[in-house]
């Protein structure tokens, strides 16, 4: 029982988050606070960071507290170890950097129903050792945060001209008003997903034509 | 037994062909809207030219790039990409960046035809997927009419079609001919209470987008489409007689604050649109109960949006809309193949 994983499975449970299973791209989770907070990058960055700091903290506490957790009360459980963890990033935002707070506004306590955080409770942490569901935190944590910089780095360069906040074009630019407006995120957002989409359909394509090559 | 009897010659239904194919008809549009492009031409100049290439070289470039034909721009082949540029170029103001026209162009082909699976799937308009998108994203740029001109300026070009991508255009001399700006006849009427002439507007000497100005143009290209059976003339019919219906109950009940049903019939887009852009055989209905239903809605929608609405236009909307409802239409006008009475589902 007590026996650590090997670091192989280790890496394997963090990686995954990141590429093969990465929560935006591939399993298409955790939509409301990509669309509605992405259009600048470092909000992007804000709502990663928060988004990590909820998902590690609970599934740590969740794969400690497993065997504690009866089965029927389970998901309120989880809500509650979420929601802790939300006020905490909520307030510690607020007092760290007021100006990103109040851009993100309300989307902060929604974490709290960020379908992709009570999944990976549901779903890994409440079935795996500690090590390996903070492995696995972090690694989904990771490919939010990705995705929500690439949508919001995209964002803010169309819709703005700049990136972080520098000027990227110069005076001139003509911004795309478009870009920083809901649509805008949908619209890039399925860009994104068609590329993602392409890519992997270009990797199977090539691994049949391999196989096939090696069957003939 | 193998030899087959040569009297008897086996054939399944249709037996009745009209000849017409998607390359004959897209080219039949196309000369259809010579004319009018001819008329932009004498109203606002060479620039008219190079806004409509630009936009047909992003629609082409996309479908060449991303088509779904195995052999590389087959599907261009089929002529629909270059009408929805032509048509994207001549619903563009004259003085618009030519980068914007081509990203219209690319977005229209690229988010409002080969997501949906190429010609033929698609839900809406792609010329006016590109232009609602242009419109979103610079909503200043596409509402900046500048004066048209006559055929002594017909060699003039608009600097500010050579914004570098990406770049605003920059500020015009003051002698240059985009530094007069006019509103649409539609804005004036709408902002501040002034009418534009009947005979103007059905001249073309009105400021707008490039190809909506003349009217009398494109009523009589539409006649001969409608005559030649490019298009269903119902749909235009019915778009027409229910805006001049409409307009005229809202204007008898105050002249000077509303348009006539004169100004609404001939200006704007609302026959650009209502000839060209509704009748897309793709993305209206196709059955005649679902034409008529299809057009009364464009109509009441572009009165709505014209006269209640916040923007002086809304021709562009109406139709989109009106696309969006296209396949329920379908379903409620779904004729019966035998008998009387209502069909059953």
Known sequence: MNTPPDPGRLYREFAKGIWKENPVFVQVLGMCPMLAVTNSAINAVAMGAATAFVLIGSSFLVSLLRSFIPKQVRISTYIIIIATFVTVADFTLKAAVPSVHKELGAFIALIVVNCLILGRQEAFASRNSVRLAVADAIGMAAGFAFALLCLGATREILGSGSLFGHLLFGEHFEPWVIMVLPPGGFIMLGVILLFFGFLRERKIRRRTRVSEEAAS | ?345
Do not use: H
Request: with cysteine; proline share 7%; glycine share 12%.
């Open chain 2, 1 to 345: 037994m193998t030899r087959r009897d040569p009297r008897l010659l086996l054939q399944s239904a249709p037996f009745l062909r009209r000849g017409i194919t998607t390359p004959r008809l897209m080219v039949d549009v196309l000369i259809a809207l010579v004319p009018v492009v001819l008329a932009a031409v004498y109203f606002f100049g060479l620039s008219a030219i190079l806004v409509i290439v630009a936009a047909t070289a992003g629609a082409a470039l996309t479908e060449w790039v991303f088509g779904p034909d195995r052999r590389r721009g087959g599907s261009l082949t089929d002529g629909s990409t270059i009408l929805t540029g032509v048509l994207l170029g001549l619903c563009l103001p004259p003085g618009i960046a030519l980068w914007m026209a081509f990203l219209g162009g690319a977005v229209g082909v690229g988010l409002g035809k080969l997501v949906f699976g190429g010609l033929g799937q698609n839900i809406f308009n792609p010329a006016l997927v590109g232009r609602a998108f242009l419109q979103a994203a610079f909503p200043t740029a596409i509402t900046t009419w500048t004066q048209q001109g006559a055929i002594t300026e017909l060699l003039t070009i608009r600097p500010s079609n050579f914004a570098l991508p990406f770049m605003q255009a920059p500020a015009p001399a003051a002698d240059a001919v985009d530094a007069i700006s006019a509103a649409t006849p539609l804005g004036l009427m709408k902002f501040q209470n002034i009418p534009t002439g009947v005979e103007q507007l059905l001249l073309g000497n009105t400021a707008g987008s490039l190809g909506e100005t003349c009217a009398i143009v494109i009523i009589i290209c539409g006649v001969i489409l409608a005559i030649r059976r490019t298009f269903d003339w119902r749909i235009p019919v019915s778009i027409l007689g229910t805006v001049a219906v409409f307009s005229t109950i809202v204007w008898l009940f105050d002249r000077t604050e509303y348009p006539s049903p004169w100004l609404m019939l001939c200006s704007g887009g609302l026959l650009f649109g209502a000839v060209y852009m509704a009748t897309d055989p793709v993305t209206s209905p196709i059955t005649p109960r679902g034409a008529w239903i299809f057009g009364l809605g464009i109509g009441l929608l572009v009165v709505l949006i014209r006269i209640w609405g916040g923007l002086p236009e809304g021709v562009m909307y109406a139709i989109l809309l009106m696309n969006a409802a296209t396949p329920l239409i379908e379903r409620i006008a779904q004729p019966r193949a035998f008998g009387r009475g209502r069909a059953v589902a």
